[in-house]
């Protein structure tokens, strides 16, 4: 499954390593106002990834969510 986040400030990096360290997604996406700052972090947490359930962590802009859906509900674990 891939996961989009907004944000990479306070809540969405505590966001993405809940996501990380819950193996729930394959691949996720850091996507913010200053890419730069999402690149850092993104990156941050890959290198932590290492001993974590395998994902694909990069950052991104709004286009690489094409394929993703809104949905207000969690998926069904």
């Known amino acids: 499954m891939k996961v989009g986040i907004v944000g990479a400030g306070q ?3 505590v966001c993405l390593l809940s996501v990380v360290m819950r193996g729930s997604a394959s691949e996720i996406v850091l996507i913010n106002r200053d890419q730069k700052k999402a690149r850092g972090v ?3 947490v890959r290198y932590g990834t290492a001993l ?5 962590v990069h950052d991104g802009e709004y286009a690489d969510l094409a394929p993703a859906a809104l949905s207000g509900d969690a998926p069904a674990s």
Request: hydrophobic share 35%; net charge neutral.
């Open 11 to 13: 809540v969405g990096t």
């Open 52 to 56: 974590l359930p395998r994902v694909h």
């Open 42 to 44: 993104a990156t941050d």
